[in-house]
Structures are given as C-alpha cells and as structure tokens.
C-alpha cells in the first residue's frame, strides 16, 4: 500500500521554525519527484516547494523563497521542509505528494500521483 506520512507539525510563534517531514512507503520514490502543498482556511490549496527526485532541482513559491527549505533524503524515502521565520500567514494544512513524471516545474497539483494525508502547522501572533 503506498503511503505519503506527514509530521512534525504544530503550533508555533511568529518568527519561529518547524520542519516536516514526509516518510513515502509502499513503492520506490527515489525517482519521484516530490512536492509540498498547503490549504489555509477558506482557500485553495497552494503550491508550496518540490525537489526533483536527484535532489538536484528545487523549486519555491515566492511567498516562501528564502525562508523555506526543501530537502530529501533518498535512502530514507523521506523529504523535509525546514520552515524559519514563520508567520500567521503560514498557518495551513501541509501535504506532502509524489510525482513520477518529468517536467520543468512541479507547482501544478495535476501532475502529482500520491498524496498524503496532511499536518497541520499554526503558527501564532
């Protein structure tokens, strides 16, 4: 059964950090490429990070660039977002996905194939 686990997510103050994590089961993800997605109250949900599967490629939304950080570890299976200077804005429910399709980019939620469940981050004024 394939599985996309998120944790590490909580409540936090303005100006602080978390990193979440996404373990993927099931199946070989080493050559997906994967993403990190969040859904705010009463909004779409938004694309937020994703890394190539070399690891060699990342990709930011400008609302995080410079403060998030994406990161995989292939032996793991598992892939990271390092999230500093937080503020209320950031306050969502992240999802992790897979993609096994090559493009330039990966901010389009249509072509990931794997989804996970979601954590919730609430970052605090």
């Known amino acids: 059964q394939v599985q996309l686990v998120e944790s590490g997510g909580g409540l936090v103050q303005a100006g602080g950090s978390l990193r979440l994590s996404c373990a993927a089961s099931?199946?070989?993800?080493?050559?997906?490429?994967m993403g990190w997605f969040r859904q705010a109250p009463g909004k779409e949900r938004e694309f937020v990070a994703a890394?190539?599967?070399?690891?060699?490629?990342?990709y930011y939304s400008d609302s995080v660039k410079g403060r998030f950080t994406i990161s995989r570890d292939g032996a793991k299976d598992t892939v990271y977002l390092q999230m500093n200077s937080l503020n209320p804005g950031d306050t969502a429910v992240y999802y992790c996905a897979a993609s096994d399709r090559i493009r330039n980019t990966y901010s389009d939620q249509g072509v990931y194939d794997y989804w996970g469940q979601g954590t919730q981050v609430t970052v605090s004024s």
């Open positions: 890394i190539s599967w070399s690891g060699r490629f990342t």
């Open positions: 099931g199946r070989d993800f080493s050559r997906s490429a």
